[in-house]
């Protein structure tokens, strides 16, 4: 099971077996739009409060990963996920509806990847046969947590990123027809003392460096193993500086071989500066429109690297730096562990 | 400061951020200066235009006709910032729409909207100065600062 330091090998390889994913208009209007199972024109979600819109997010992901997997809701043993807001509430109070056992969890925008680390981990070992993993996040509520209200006309730099209004549920059974989850490597705390809440990228980069090099080291297998490494959300400045110190450590990674959520779900020509950003961004684009490339044959292994930057609006008006974190799982359609 | 701050960082954390502001995309500023001066100039040369209109149409004089035009500015700024509008010319803008009057009401009113939520007293009442507070609180202090060296020059400098 555990290999080298931090790498699990799932040899039970647990299967993928249905995904939700859900989106705002603003992802409607993006690259991808096909790929979610549901979209809404209304970033309020019918709601009245944003919280509560991020709320119904996670659930309808949920929902429409049960529908979709044709199990009942009864049937999830356990739920694994998590957002950005306080007290990851948006979660928990969709846990209400949800009604599974639950396990919160807050890896900021790495969420994702640990909840279907450990997703992966529990089916492996046999804690569970069926369970749900996702994470959520909602622009409007998300700016109002760490940034300016949403209507405060500051000027964003070409660094900032822009977040997500979306989500992405997984439900993970120990057998079925889907791609299988085959190893995960959990990510070290990584601080190069960048101070920036406006360059999220550039902070998070030497994290998913740190996790992808540990994984292939653990893994003992070179970067052409992987059809594609798509990392959470490093945008465009992250995911130039990983690819350069890829290669000032000797690493050759292709460049079209490694590409980066927040740069996937938008067109090019919409106001994101310098990519996506949230923990539903990786949750979104991996369920949705990357496993259904899989599915179709484009991609046979990948490894997904969710990157998350652990501050808060205190620690940011402390003058203390980002700490970032990146957390990786391989996913493959046929499952071959080399 | 940041000479301060750059001693706390450790080699390998220097040579990152080294490494990172290389390959990091600056703020157009040249650019930026253009469009801040254009917008700006535009805000100004409607605030200009209210005021002539107070002027001509009703009994108000250069003095006077301060007031009125601020209130309207800052109307105009607040539907602005209601319809969502405001945020998009101010990424634009820059500080052309963060300087005049302006900015200071999309300033208010946007924490007031985004605040609603947690209702009237503690949601728009206890966040309404969020943003604007520390402009208020740094011109009241730079006023009172300025008053005190004006009456000390005066009384004991004799001016």
């Known amino acids: ?338 | 400061m940041a000479n301060q701050k750059k001693k706390k960082l450790t080699p390998v954390q220097q040579e990152y951020k080294d490494f990172q502001s290389q390959r990091e995309t600056k703020r157009p500023i040249l650019k930026n200066i253009l469009k801040a001066y254009l917008v700006g100039g535009i805000i100004c040369i409607i605030g200009q235009a209210i005021q002539l209109f107070y002027i001509y149409f009703f009994n108000f004089t250069d003095q006077t006709a301060g007031n009125p035009t601020v209130a309207t500015l800052i109307f105009i700024a607040m539907l602005l910032t209601g319809f969502g509008v405001y945020d998009r010319i101010a990424q634009f803008g820059g500080a052309g729409t963060a300087v005049p009057v302006t900015g200071f009401g999309n300033a208010v009113i946007s924490a007031a909207i985004e605040h609603r939520s947690e209702g009237f007293i503690l949601g728009v009442g206890g966040n309404i100065f969020k943003l604007a507070g520390s402009v208020i609180i740094s011109g009241v202090f730079a006023a009172f600062i300025v008053a005190l060296v004006k009456t000390i020059l005066i009384q004991w400098g004799g001016l």
């Open chain 1, 1 to 338: 099971m555990l290999t080298g330091h931090r790498t699990w090998l799932f040899d039970q390889k647990p299967v993928i077996v249905s995904t939700g994913t859900v989106g705002g208009p603003f992802e409607a209007d993006g690259r991808i739009p096909d790929d979610f199972d549901l979209l809404h024109s209304d970033t309020w979600l019918e709601q009245d409060t944003f919280e509560k819109a991020n709320k119904i997010l996670l659930e309808e992901a949920c929902q429409k990963a049960i529908e979709k997997g044709q199990i009942q809701k009864e049937q999830v043993q356990f739920f694994l996920g998590g957002d950005l807001i306080n007290q990851i509430t948006p979660t928990s109070f969709a846990m209400r509806t949800i009604g599974s056992p639950y396990l919160g969890l807050f890896g900021a925008c790495s969420t994702s990847m640990e909840g279907l680390a450990l997703g992966a981990f529990i089916v492996n070992g046999g804690g569970a046969t069926c369970l749900l993993t996702g994470s959520v996040s909602h622009n409007s509520s998300v700016e109002k947590q760490f940034r300016y209200p949403t209507e405060y006309g500051g000027q964003k730099p070409p660094t900032a990123q822009w977040t997500v209004t979306g989500a992405g549920v997984a439900l993970l059974k120990n057998q079925g027809i889907g791609p299988r989850v085959t190893s995960a490597t959990i990510g070290k705390v990584v601080d190069m003392g960048l101070t920036d809440p406006f360059n999220m990228g550039g902070a998070m980069a030497p994290a998913a460096v740190d996790t992808i090099e540990a994984h292939l080291k653990e893994r003992n297998v070179d970067p052409t193993y992987y059809d594609l490494i798509v990392t959470g959300d490093l945008g465009n400045i992250g995911r130039n500086v990983s690819l350069d110190m890829f290669k000032k450590h000797g690493l050759a990674i292709e460049e079209e071989k490694y590409q980066d959520c927040g740069l996937l779900i938008y067109r090019d020509d919409q106001p994101v500066l310098s990519g996506a950003s949230g923990s539903g961004c990786s949750a979104a684009v991996v369920y949705g429109h990357l496993l259904n490339r899989m599915k179709k044959g484009d991609i046979n292994r990948m490894l997904v690297v969710a990157t998350g930057a652990l501050l808060s609006p205190l620690t940011f008006q402390q003058n203390e730096s980002i700490p970032c974190i990146a957390h990786a799982v391989s996913i493959e359609a046929g499952g071959d562990l080399s």
